[in-house]
């Protein structure tokens, strides 16, 4: 085997991540929160850059919801300050009890064990072993635990939380608590013809019980829970002008980023290369910065157009449907990375006239139907859902009937297994669970 050693030329391609490239990657991924998040961690590190936060300045969705709000203000954060948190909602109420030591300690170890739902989570036998304490006054303290507000805390099964409410609920159908109790799972299952056929009861009277049930809360104690709303203010605007679409950057979410005027007097500290070389690095790093800043705008608004390019039926029409798109389409529109496109919509929003929506909200697949190369699982979905809505309850459509009403009215080639996994994520039950006696 021979071996020649030389010196050879040759010419590849190749893509070098400077660090100005990797700095407007890394911007154009982050949400408005992480991006202002990072930009004050520049400033703390470079002297040079001035950072003026314009969201204060932005009044507009300020003011217009305190137009609406001053007055009911006062009640609504009262409301929601009423307890920080369900169990010290529930320990406010023990100071009129008298409890010996070990009843006081099994009380607070019950209240640990409650979760933000209301629900006993674990096993009586279980605590008593691992704190010795006497199961009968585990279960002693857990009936005081059950007597408390907010009505049904401390249950171990939701058919537990729905008995412990009704108890304390004297107008309510008849037989309600017996059939909750003898036959909960066949009336959970909506198979009420077995439930009429044992009991004597005719279907109207437990779709009576059914429909008084649903006004019971099954999840008591997230009324307590301590969550504070998230306003989303958007990273675009779309609006129509002339019958034309036209893209607004929200430029007063983000602090404008400039060179501060107080860095000359560092480079007329005489001859000092090292000062020199430090100012001239920093005042580099802010023009970066704000190089990368535009360029992420420039394309987050490239991006928007392409989007309503594509979707031309969802902006220009009633209807609002959506046609197939991916990430690939809008890259190859814009000949740029799919992965740019994934970083500029990731976390991002857009105000239309229609509502707000998440960018990723536009991008739809196929439906698996050689018919159906322009649907979207996003429009069968859509369609779906108003079937549902605008069926007779006491004959509900049934999946296969759906997909042949599709096929028939809309050309939508969906199989009667398709119909049943999109009825599925969008949480709508089968037929059999919708229908009504009444």
Not at 159 to 165: K, P, V
Not at 247 to 271: C, H, K, T, W
Not at 288 to 310: A, N, P
Request: aromatic share 10%; charged share 30%.
């Amino acid at each position: 085997m021979n071996m020649k050693v030389g010196l050879f030329q040759e010419q590849t391609l190749k893509l070098t991540m400077t660090k100005e490239l990797q700095q407007a990657i890394t911007l154009l991924q982050y949400s408005t929160v992480d991006l202002i998040s990072y930009l004050q961690e520049v400033t703390l590190e470079n002297p040079l850059i001035d950072f003026i936060d314009k969201s204060n300045s932005n009044q507009f969705y300020h003011n217009k919801r305190k137009q609406h709000t001053d007055e009911k203000q006062n009640w609504i954060e009262n409301v929601s300050r009423k307890g920080s948190s369900l169990h010290e909602h529930l320990r406010s109420q023990l100071f009129d009890f008298h409890f010996s030591s070990v009843e006081r300690q099994a009380m607070e170890i019950l209240i640990d064990a409650v979760d933000s739902n209301g629900y006993m989570t674990e096993d009586l036998e279980n605590i008593s072993k691992k704190f010795a304490i006497p199961l009968e006054v585990l279960e002693k303290q857990l009936h005081v635990l059950q007597s408390l507000d907010p009505v049904g805390v401390g249950a171990r099964s939701l058919q537990e939380c729905l008995l412990l409410q009704l108890k304390q609920i004297k107008d309510k159908p008849a037989y309600t608590e017996f059939i909750l109790r003898e036959y909960f799972k066949p009336f959970a299952e909506k198979t009420w013809k077995e439930i009429s056929k044992k009991t004597g009861l005719s279907l109207k009277e437990i779709q009576c019980i059914h429909d008084f049930i649903q006004t019971l809360n099954p999840r008591p104690g997230l009324q307590y829970e301590d969550t504070h709303p998230n306003y989303i203010i958007p990273d675009l605007i779309v609006e129509e002008k002339h019958g034309e679409w036209v893209v607004f950057y929200n430029d007063d979410l983000l602090p404008q980023i400039r060179i501060s005027a107080n860095y000359e007097p560092l480079i007329e500290m005489g001859n000092d290369s090292e000062i020199k070389s430090y100012v001239a690095s920093k005042i580099q790093q802010c023009r970066w910065l704000v190089k990368s800043l535009e360029q992420r705008k420039d394309t987050l608004v490239k991006v928007m157009y392409e989007i309503i390019r594509h979707q031309h039926e969802f902006f220009y029409s009633k209807n609002q449907i959506l046609k197939p798109l991916t990430l690939k389409d809008i890259a190859d529109s814009l000949f740029i990375h799919e992965s740019t496109v994934s970083r500029a919509v990731k976390d991002k929003y857009v105000q239309t006239p229609f509502g707000l929506y998440e960018l990723k909200y536009f991008f739809t697949n196929r439906v698996a139907s050689n018919d159906l190369e322009d649907t979207s699982a996003a429009n069968v979905k859509q369609m779906i859902q108003k079937l549902v809505e605008g069926e007779d309850k006491k004959r509900p459509l049934s999946d296969q009937k759906i997909a042949d009403f599709l096929k028939k009215e809309y050309n939508m080639s969906v199989s009667r297994r398709t119909v049943a996994k999109y009825r599925d994520q969008l949480n709508i039950p089968a037929s059999s669970i919708r229908k009504r006696y009444e």
